[in-house]
Nanobody
Framework: QVQLVESGGGLVQAGGSLRLSCAAS????????MGWFRQAPGKAREFVSL???????LYGDSVKGRFTISRDNAKNTVFLQMNSLKLEDAAVYYC????????????????WGQGTQVTVSS
């Protein structure tokens, strides 16, 4: 059983930056593709980014060029550096883990974190 705990959310002005973290425990970190989803009120869940053990990454179109995902395999932690934040980036951000990159992109995964709120003000 894998536990995922997100942190780093908060309130930021548009144009600012935040760094989210997701600490994983209870599993073999190297076995999992790690990713981020987000959901804003009244909107569908949206894939944000994923990263494989190798460091290969993938981004949703709305965050390309602004967000950077990374992982520290020694610390079982994945990060999401969010720059140039926009009002539309405001959402609850969820960390996810699964052996399958496809499942991480689609959000049909075995493990989710509890979410961390990102609020962007004008």
């Amino acid at each position: 059983q894998v536990q995922l705990v997100e942190s780093g959310g908060g309130l930021v002005q548009a144009g600012g930056s935040l760094r989210l973290s997701c600490a994983a425990s209870g599993g073999t970190f190297s076995s999992y593709v790690m990713g981020w989803f987000r959901q804003a009120p009244g909107k569908a869940r949206e894939f944000v980014s994923l990263i494989k053990w190798s460091g290969e990454s993938l981004y949703g179109d709305s965050v390309k060029g602004r967000f950077t995902i990374s992982r520290d395999n020694a610390k079982n932690t994945v990060f999401l550096q969010m720059n140039s934040l926009k009002l539309e980036d405001a959402a609850v951000y969820y960390c996810e883990a699964d052996p399958s990159a496809y499942r991480v992109v689609t959000g049909i995964v075995d493990y989710w974190g509890q979410g961390t709120q990102v609020t962007v003000s004008s």
